[in-house]
C-alpha cells in the first residue's frame, strides 16, 4: 500500500468562490489569478473549473502557452510582464496581454516587429515600491505608449501593498485619483481589495487566495463570514499510537514533554511533504473529525498529535493537516506564515486527486 498522505482539489470550491468574487465585484470583468501553478493546486487540475473566468492571469509563459494549447481562448494576462525583448514573439503568437513596468519594455515594444498590436497593462508605483513608473511620469507615459503602433489597448495597473491590513489603500488609491486618468480602464483590486474596497474594483479585478478559498490577510476570520470554500485537503493516517507516562519527552529536540499520561499518535506527514517545519505545539489537527493540537517538533516524514481529545483515534484514523475542517489560514497563523506559502509548498511526493 502507499503511504496514506493524500491532498484532494475539490473543483466545486473553484465554481462557488468564482460566484462569489462575481457578487463582490459588481460590473468588474475578473482576472482568475493562477500563477505559482495555481498556488499549488495544479493548472492543469483546476484550470477549466474557472472557464467562467474573463481571464486568466499568472507569471510563466510556459502557462500561458499551455492555457492555449488546452484550448482557452479568452485573455491571458503576464503579471510581470517580459523578461527579455524576444518574448515579444510569444505574446504576439499567442495573443497575451502584457504587464509594462519598466523604459526598457516599451523600447522593445516599439523597436520589435510584430504581426498584430499587443494589448498592456501599464503598472503605475503607487507606492509599493516594487515595479511599475512614478506618478509623476505616468500620464507622460501614457500619451508615448499610445503613439506605438505596436501597442493595441492601455490599461492602468497597479497594486495594493495593505488591501488585507488596517493600514488599507487609501494611500494608494489617492495616487490613482490624483492622475485624472478616467479615459483609461483600471485594474486595481487584488483579493483584499474586492473583499474590502468596492471603490477600488475599476474595470478589471486580480483575485487570487480568495479564489483557492484562503485569507488574503492570513486570518481566516477576517473571511469566515464571506463563504469561501477551501480547495485543498490535505490529510493523512495515523500510524502509530503510544500510550505515555507524566514526563515523557517527544520528537527531535526533546520539545515537548508531557505532562501527565497521554496517548500519542504518529502522523504520516513531515516537512518533507510541505508541512511548515516550525509549526509549534498547540497547532491544530483533526483527527477523525474531532480538533486537537501538534506535539514536539515536525520531523521530515511525521509529526505527533494529542490524541486526548478523540479517545476513539486508533491506527488508520483520518488526520485532516489542513482542508475543509481545518482552515489552512489557521495553521499556518500558528506557524507564524500565511496560507499562500502552505498551498504552494505542497511536496511534489504529495499523491493529488481531484474531487
Known sequence: MPRP????????AFHHNLAIIRQKAGNSKVWSVVKANAYGHGLDRIWQSLMQTDGFALLDMNEAIYLREQGWQGPILLLEGFFKPADLQII???????????????EAIEKT??????????????????????????????STVRGIKNVNSVTLMTHFANS???????GQFAAVERLQMNSLP???????????????????????????????????????????????????????????????????GSRYTTQQPM?????ACGYADGYPRH???????????????????I?????????????????????????QKLPVDEVAESAGTIGYELLCALAKRVPVVVA
Open 5 to 12: 498522505i493524500l491532498a484532494t482539489i475539490h473543483l466545486d
Open 92 to 106: 504576439d503568437e499567442h495573443r497575451l496581454t502584457t504587464a509594462v513596468h519598466s523604459h526598457w519594455q516599451l
Open 113 to 142: 516587429r510584430l504581426d498584430n498590436p499587443i494589448d498592456v497593462y501599464l503598472k503605475l508605483n503607487s507606492g509599493m515600491n516594487r515595479l511599475g513608473f512614478t506618478p509623476e511620469e505616468f500620464p507622460q507615459l501614457v
Open 164 to 170: 488585507d491590513h488596517e493600514v488599507g489603500v487609501d
Open 186 to 252: 483600471h485594474c486595481l483590486a487584488n483579493s483584499g481589495a474586492v473583499l474590502w474596497y468596492p471603490e477600488t474594483h475599476g474595470d478589471w479585478v486580480r483575485p487570487g487566495i480568495i479564489l483557492y478559498g484562503a485569507s488574503p490577510s492570513g486570518k481566516w476570520r477576517d473571511i469566515e463570514e464571506v463563504g469561501l470554500k477551501p480547495a485543498m485537503t490535505l490529510q493523512s493516517e495515523i500510524i502509530a499510537v503510544h500510550d505515555l507516562p507524566k514526563g515523557e519527552k517527544i520528537g527531535y
Open 263 to 267: 496517548r500519542v499518535g504518529t502522523v
Open 279 to 297: 509549526a509549534p505545539t498547540g497547532t491544530p489537527v483533526v483527527v477523525d473529525g474531532v480538533r486537537t493540537r501538534l506535539l514536539g517538533a
Open 299 to 323: 520531523s521530515m516524514d511525521m509529526l505527533s498529535v494529542d490524541l486526548t481529545p478523540c479517545p476513539q483515534a486508533n491506527i488508520g484514523s483520518t488526520v485532516e493537516l489542513w482542508g
